[in-house]
């Protein structure tokens, strides 16, 4: 059975890792270079840089922070946000992104996943959903959280919610996922890498062991 991913997300506002609640009330908790290396040593699998107001404001994501931390990281990258065409998805890729997170964009032209996959290989390209109960269902939002689309997310992997390292394999067994995706509980010190994925491991997951 293959190991399960631990993913740790990181929202990025002004160059800096930012974290909210549905969106909103957003706090600085530190520099995104120095948090991506922090949790690559604690045995994160990959990390996610989102920059969560670059396609409200109409401009390409944190190519520079893309460069700084690829240069330092020896696990995965992935980039997103304001990514709009297969040109922008290039110049993530060449600023040392290992894969490319695609959201509001997707959601306006589904066409460019295809064509971002075709061109660079289905493993660099990513769907980014984020999402907000309403009713019964979750419904998808673009623009950074911002604005609603009337799309159903049901039937998509999800990420957020978790409120301790316990319920990662709860997730993961019940979902079938193949990684789990974490943010805030780590960046408040709730829990580890090292302890989610010990979890992991008890519950009977298999993981990537930790150095």
């Given amino acids: 059975m ?3 991913r631990v993913i740790v997300c990181l929202d990025v506002q002004d160059a800096r890792v930012v974290k909210g609640t549905r969106f909103v009330d957003l706090r ?3 520099d995104p270079v120095e948090l991506a290396e922090a949790y690559e040593r604690e045995g994160a699998d990959e990390i996610v840089f989102l920059d969560i107001t670059a396609s ?6 944190l190519l520079d922070v893309a460069r700084r931390t690829a240069e330092r990281l020896f696990i995965p990258l992935t980039i997103g946000g304001g990514m709009r065409t297969v040109g922008d998805i290039a110049l993530a890729l060449r600023a040392g992104a290992d894969k490319v997170g695609v959201n509001s964009a997707a959601v306006a032209r589904p066409a460019l996943l295809a064509e971002a996959a075709a061109k660079f ?6 769907a980014s959903i984020d999402a907000k109960r309403s009713g019964e269902s979750w419904e998808v939002y673009v623009n950074g959280g911002r604005r609603a689309t009337g799309l159903d997310a049901i039937e998509c992997i999800a990420s957020g919610g978790a409120g301790g390292a316990a319920h990662i394999p709860e997730a993961i067994v019940g979902a079938g996922a193949d990684a789990a995706l974490v943010a805030g509980i780590l960046h408040d ?3 580890t890498v090292r302890a989610i994925k010990a979890a992991m491991s008890h519950a009977g997951v298999p993981v990537r062991e930790t150095a």
């Fill in 2 to 4: 293959l190991a399960k």
């Fill in 28 to 30: 600085d908790v530190g």
């Fill in 56 to 61: 409200v404001e109409r401009r390409q994501a």
């Fill in 121 to 126: 290989g289905s493993q660099c390209v990513v």
């Fill in 189 to 191: 010190g709730v829990t």
